[in-house]
């Protein structure tokens, strides 16, 4: 198989139309579906059902949907890191979620600068979920991540914290009082549903409560007395006055880890993950 297939094929089953597909990949259709066909033939599978309302992925299909893009995001990776390692520049990048805990970050920043010879650390902020693409697809080096939300198969990581949860409300509702909170107190408030993050396949779970795009609007929507939330006692620290945490007796408790590719050769992570051993442990 060639990148160039898997790529189209990938485009077609995200689209499930060739026409947008090959609007998308800037072809014309009849080359993209003798592309497919050709794939098919090869592999001798039917990847994709076409009739007469529209095309769907087989089961097959559904599988090589899942292998290809790992095998689009390993090539793309293989050519970013081998561009970064004929670089002269001693430089990280470390992909970290919006609001997570920047007083850790801060914290492994500074002590990483502190060794002889450290890298230079570029920050990378992203939105909910996207570390693992992006230590899979060569973007970022290493990611700060959480157990349990985050995807961890097939990184190596190491933990730098743990601690537990609190409910985020409005300062002025009467749960705001309380010193110290269940789950089952916060489960079923008619006037405050807790927020909807998603999932790691970027779906939301059904509920009444909004879904979670970014951490400015969850802070949003808590000032305003729409919804509550979950997060890390960490989250403190970006609270507004019409925001309280109230700590969460029952929650799991929540690890920041350091993340980063099983397969990877660069001294300059693993001089960090030293960093992080010391400093955390």
């Not at 993209?32 to 076409?50: F, H, K, M, P, Y």
């Not at 006037?191 to 879904?211: F, I, K, M, N, T």
Request: charged fraction near 20%.
């Amino acid at each position: 198989m060639e990148t160039r297939e898997l790529r189209y094929f990938v485009t077609v089953a995200e689209e499930l139309h060739f026409s947008r597909a090959a609007e998308r990949l800037g072809i014309a259709q009849p080359p993209l579906s003798r592309a497919i066909q050709q794939l098919e033939r090869r592999l001798g599978v039917t990847l994709l059902d076409r009739n007469r309302r529209g095309v769907t992925l087989t089961g097959a299909g559904q599988v090589l949907l899942d292998e290809a893009r790992t095998i689009l995001d390993a090539t793309a990776a293989a050519a970013r890191r081998t561009r970064r390692a004929a670089s002269s520049t001693n430089r990280l990048t470390l992909a970290t979620k919006a609001g997570a805990n920047h007083e850790l970050l801060r914290q492994l920043l500074d002590a990483h600068a502190a060794e002889p010879g450290a890298a230079d650390i570029e920050v990378l902020l992203c939105g909910l979920g996207d570390q693992a693409r992006m230590l899979r697809d060569g973007r970022a080096d290493v990611a700060l991540m959480q157990r349990p939300f985050d995807a961890l198969a097939g990184f190596d990581t190491e933990d730098l914290l743990t601690e537990q949860q609190v409910a985020i409300l409005p300062a002025g509702h009467p749960l705001a009082a309380r010193t110290a909170l269940t789950m089952a107190d916060i489960s079923d408030v008619p006037d405050l549903p807790v927020a909807r993050w998603p999932g790691q396949d970027g779906s939301y779970e059904p509920g009444p409560g909004p879904e979670i795009h970014d951490q400015s609007q969850l802070a949003q929507l808590i000032a305003l007395g729409s919804t509550m939330a979950v997060l890390c006692a960490s989250s403190r620290s970006w609270l507004w006055s019409a925001h309280t945490a109230v700590a969460l007796t029952d929650a799991p408790h929540v690890t920041t880890v350091l993340a980063w590719p099983p397969h990877t050769r660069s001294r300059a992570v693993a001089a960090l993950v030293r960093t992080a051993v010391t400093r955390f442990h």
